[in-house]
């Protein structure tokens, strides 16, 4: 069944329990928010133990070295082990950073702007154009970046095993195209994982530009709502088999696993890329903050230590990932207003509308109290061609808030819709 099944008397029905409801939600005066994909202060408390270490005379790496002073540019081996174990990766391949792997991803596209990186002919700034591809629905910060740079950002249509390869394979054939965004596992909004027939032909596709990127953003490789963890392939060794050993700048951090204001970033790459990496970030500043490198290493212990402590993350998000299924399918499963994905693991459940009333819904929930990313976000320039996507955020608040919030984007849901129809 759909509205379009319902006959005039039936629908315009429908729209007065629909009215009435929303007026009964307004009423409410709430204020709810479902904006951002921030860790609740409960996941927050599971770390507290971070703020006791390294501890009183403990202050040296496996090495030896004191944190507290200045140097080793590329991280401290204990927490570059570790990392490597949990991504399933060569610790040789992997720098440790500071709390951001969004400022190491603005890095590498800053510096390729400003220098080349260590592929290209020329400075990025002085090609005529730029292109980058973007799959949507994507993840807005990645989209800001390539903006600021004035990049002509290129979408392409994530489909149920990762973007459109069929697609991408065409616009590599461009020699200003010359990257990529990705989140290959619980990809933010829709929760999406990169298939392994995926993976192999991003790794293995030829591109006119010899300097062309994927920055492989791993940011929910942990971030399972289960007790299991995805498979997560090693796509640097993937790259080098399929001969192109610089494709990949593969970024992750702990951002929100402990802290996510004061966590430790990562990246991973070739050789080559990781030299030419270390080149510019030496001249940038002198190291990472190791004190908090090996204070993580110390809490987490060894990987499992990380895998346990994300089993209690997914105790605590896991209920309101459910809530949030079990409400929309409720409330809009028997009008076919509205379709959503179902993650199994991220941060983010990825919404769409009948076409051309997410804006719609947004501004209605926002009158209600209830505040959603903007609509369209999840695009490029926050440009939705179908207006119909909104991205729903439920780790920050408590689970009856989360639920309080669903329930009256039902409500905006289907109070948009009928008034698409006219009733």
Not at 3 to 31: F, H
Not at 215 to 228: C, F, G, I, Q, R
């Amino acid at each position: 069944m759909s509205l379009l099944d319902l006959d005039a008397a039936e629908l315009e029905q429908l729209a007065a329990d629909v009215r009435a409801r929303y007026d009964e939600l307004k009423a409410k005066n709430l204020s709810l928010d479902l904006t951002r994909g921030k860790p609740s202060s409960e996941q927050l408390d599971l770390s507290d133990a971070l703020l006791g270490l390294p501890g009183a005379g403990e202050d040296v790496d496996k090495f030896g070295a004191d944190v507290r002073n200045y140097g080793n540019l590329g991280g401290i081996a204990d927490i570059r082990e570790l990392w490597a174990e949990v991504l399933g990766i060569d610790p040789a391949t992997l720098l440790a950073g500071d709390s951001s792997s969004l400022n190491i991803m603005f890095d590498l596209i800053s510096w390729s702007y400003a220098f080349g990186n260590n592929d290209s002919e020329r400075p990025w700034k002085d090609e005529e154009t730029v292109k980058w591809i973007c799959p949507v629905p994507g993840y807005d910060r990645h989209f800001a970046i390539t903006e600021h740079f004035g990049f002509e950002m290129v979408t392409v249509p994530m489909l149920d095993d990762g973007p459109d390869v069929d697609a991408i394979e065409q616009l590599v054939k461009d020699p200003s195209v010359k990257g990529m965004w990705s989140v290959p596992i619980f990809g933010n909004p829709t929760g999406i994982s990169y298939s392994r027939r995926v993976i192999d032909r991003l790794a293995a596709m030829e591109t006119a530009a010899p300097d062309f990127r994927i920055v492989w953003d791993n940011a929910y490789a942990v971030h399972t709502l289960s007790d299991e963890f995805p498979d997560n392939p090693n796509v640097i060794a993937i790259g080098e088999q399929a001969g192109h050993a610089n494709r990949f700048w593969y970024l992750s951090s702990t951002s929100k696993i402990t802290f996510a204001g004061a966590g430790v970033s990562f990246l991973a790459s070739s050789k080559e890329n990781l030299n030419w990496y270390s080149h510019i970030a030496g001249v940038r500043g002198i190291g990472p903050n190791k004190v908090n490198q090996l204070a993580h290493a110390k809490f987490f212990g060894d990987a499992e230590g990380v895998r346990t402590l994300m089993r209690k993350h997914a105790g605590i998000l896991a209920p309101k990932f459910a809530a949030i299924q079990e409400i929309l399918e409720d409330r809009l499963g028997a009008y076919g207003v509205a379709t959503w994905t179902k993650p199994e693991g991220g941060y983010f459940i990825s919404l769409d509308v009948i076409d051309g009333t997410a804006e719609r819904v947004w501004e209605l929930a926002k009158q209600a109290g209830i505040t959603l990313t903007k609509a369209g976000a999840s695009f490029p320039r926050g440009e939705d061609p179908r207006g119909r996507n909104l991205r729903l955020a439920p780790s920050l608040p408590p689970l009856e808030e989360v639920t309080e919030a669903m329930d009256g984007v039902a409500t905006c849901v289907l109070l948009a819709a009928v008034e698409k129809l006219g009733a």
